[in-house]
């Protein structure tokens, strides 16, 4: 049996759960599945160390974890007997940390490895500058042996920048919710009066909040109520957050973060989930949502 090491943030550490940290999760709960097919599936944590931020930026708990996964990546390989490293990223700095990482372990131990990108559109995973861009493209096209894209359109627009086509392959996000026949009946057969509304995702700029927020308090009809599940990245964003929601009292219930069976009763309860998104890969929550029977007001 090949050993497959899935490096990823399964525990946030103090920083928010976001979408790789439930893909990731997902994907290790079919454990059984890898087993069955002759791989197993073993874990290395990329969140060590207790960080507030999930800003991109370059800070002390950053560095020291960065540190760390570099220095104990190597070591994890050769004691599991690892045959496949399947590595988890993002954007960004993020992306070029977690490169550095891949290739050391490459160079040190000659392990097969997958890069799993978790966002869309070139311009949105690169950092905009010239020189750590090259960096970037160099190290995925030389030390990384496949690269994963959430879309078709992404994967061809790396292609374009030189990564071998024959090195990429797009594999889509994936909802683990389900809802009984029964359930959603019982769902589509209430009469209530009120619309109800659901955002769940990080409170800022990016998923769009704040102008939910914005139209909704221009509307005169009072007959419905906004359900909203998240949680702010930054100490700005969630007085923001406490001021635009303190303007239609009794029309939005806060009900912080949400997951496992809470969350299933958020999207059987909703009528119309609400996410006007700026940027995205492929929304975990839409792909819940609508397994659930929930209606979807999106961007594109």
């Given at each position: 049996m090949k050993t497959i090491m899935m490096a990823a943030p399964f525990e946030v550490n103090g920083r928010y759960e976001g979408g790789i940290t439930a893909v990731a999760n997902n994907v290790y709960m079919k454990k059984l599945v890898f087993e069955q097919n002759g791989y197993g599936l073993v874990k290395f944590e990329t969140c060590r160390v207790y960080r507030e931020s999930?800003?991109?930026?370059?800070?002390?708990?950053?560095?020291?974890?960065?540190?760390?996964?570099?220095?104990?990546?190597?070591?994890?390989?050769i004691t599991s007997g690892v045959d496949i490293l399947y590595y988890h990223t993002s954007i960004g700095l993020a992306l070029l940390k977690d490169l550095i990482a891949i290739s050391h372990a490459?160079?040190?131990?000659?392990?097969?490895?997958?890069?799993?990108i978790h966002y869309a559109e070139y311009n949105k995973i690169m950092t905009g500058k010239p020189i750590i861009d090259k960096i970037i493209l160099f190290l995925m096209k030389h030390f990384v042996d496949r690269v994963v894209f959430l879309s078709e359109e992404t994967r061809k627009e790396f292609v374009a920048h030189g990564i071998?086509?024959?090195?990429?392959?797009?594999?889509?996000?994936?909802?683990?919710?389900?809802?009984?026949?029964?359930?959603?009946?019982?769902?589509?057969?209430?009469?209530d009066i009120s619309l109800n509304l659901l955002f769940i995702g990080s409170i800022d700029d990016r998923k769009g909040i704040f102008e939910?927020?914005?139209?909704l308090n221009e509307l005169d009809e009072d007959n419905y109520k906004l359900h909203i599940c998240g949680a702010s990245l930054s100490d700005e964003d969630e007085q923001r957050f406490k001021r635009a929601i303190a303007k239609q009292e009794g029309r939005i219930q806060f009900h912080g973060y949400v997951k496992g069976e809470d969350k299933c009763q958020m999207y059987l309860n909703t009528d119309v989930l609400m996410l006007p998104s700026h940027e995205e890969g492929l929304p975990l929550v839409i792909l819940e949502a609508m397994s659930m029977g929930c209606l979807i007001l999106t961007t594109n």
């Open positions: 999930a800003d991109n930026t370059v800070n002390v708990s950053n560095l020291k974890n960065s540190w760390l996964i570099f220095s104990e990546l190597v070591r994890e390989i490459k160079c040190r131990t000659g392990v097969k490895n997958v890069l799993h071998a086509d024959e090195r990429t392959e797009v594999i889509y996000n994936f909802s683990m919710l389900s809802a009984s026949e029964r359930d959603i009946s019982v769902k589509l057969a209430k009469k939910i927020l914005d139209v």
